[in-house]
């Protein structure tokens, strides 16, 4: 598989340089934070990670390249390298069930629920009147220092993830659906925003949905004893998201990707 070092890798010889090799190198290195720079900001995200990482382990590769359908492929099991909070393991893709989201339109909007100034004004993708279920796509991985295990969230998908013939990516300015700073991301319908709106505003009440999602990773956010939204847990990060067609070319799902995935090694065994 590509992966992002190989994008940056250096031709040539190991060892001290010669007088007349430096101001090539020195071009080289120019041309590789220019590359570097050119990135998206999860790929440099990524980038530095990696960096980071190759300083105190060796056992570390390049991003995988991730489909979207790969997202969604749960008992997969990926390999992940080890990092200085976890080891080498092989993980497999396990599916969170989130509430189910009742539509009168379908219109869904993606947001950052505790980032009240920054909520949509417009839906960004349509998936027709109907009973859409939310699911998150979790891994499991051991911190190094005290030996426990803990859910990592690596996607968030809302409506029926099954009927997915294929995938496209959400037009949307930056290519980027969810902004998220708290950590949070929620989907709901547009229309619901009004009696949403003064929940995203409550700090102590979104305090409490974010101690939740830590725990359950996906969770309902109610209204008048209803379920108007599911708020997730996700990486501070812009994470961009596809719109996944039936057989019939219709809008059946919605995927978003919080580039985890991307840091494996590549598929374990099965």
């Not at 005290?146 to 968030?156: E, K, M, R, S, Y």
């Not at 991301?185 to 547009?190: K, L, P």
Request: aromatic share 8%; hydrophobic share 45%; glycine share 8%.
């Amino acid at each position: 598989m590509k992966t992002l070092v190989d994008r940056f890798a250096l031709n040539g010889s190991h060892g001290p340089a010669r007088a007349d090799s430096v101001r090539p190198v020195t071009q080289s290195i120019y041309g590789i934070i220019e590359a570097a720079l050119a990135l998206t900001r999860p790929e440099r995200a990524m980038l530095v990670e990696r960096l980071q990482d190759s300083l105190v382990a060796t056992d570390v590769a390049g991003g995988t390249i991730v489909a979207p359908q790969d997202l969604v492929d749960f008992g997969a099991r990926y390999e992940f390298p080890s990092t200085t909070r976890s080891p080498r393991e092989t993980v497999t893709l396990t599916a969170i069930a989130g509430p189910v989201l009742s539509m009168r339109w379908g219109a869904i909007t993606i947001t950052d629920p505790w980032r009240p100034q920054a909520v949509p004004q417009t839906p960004d993708a349509a998936l027709g009147p109907s009973d859409h279920p939310t699911v998150l796509t979790a891994i499991a991985r051991t911190d190094t220092k005290t030996g426990t295990t803990d859910l990592q969230p690596v996607a968030a998908a809302i409506g029926a993830v099954a009927e997915v013939t294929a995938w496209h990516p959400l037009p949307a300015e930056g290519q980027f659906q969810l902004d998220s700073d708290s950590s949070l991301g929620a989907f709901y319908e547009i229309y619901e925003a009004p009696d949403l709106q003064p929940l995203f505003e409550d700090a102590e009440y979104m305090q409490g949905i974010f101690n939740r999602a830590l725990e359950e990773l996906i969770v309902p956010l109610e209204v008048g004893g209803r379920t108007a939204a599911a708020v997730f847990l996700c990486p501070k990060d812009l994470h961009p998201a596809w719109i996944g067609y039936d057989a019939n070319g219709s809008g059946v799902a919605v995927l978003l990707d919080f580039g985890i995935l991307a840091l494996a090694r590549g598929k374990g065994g099965q």
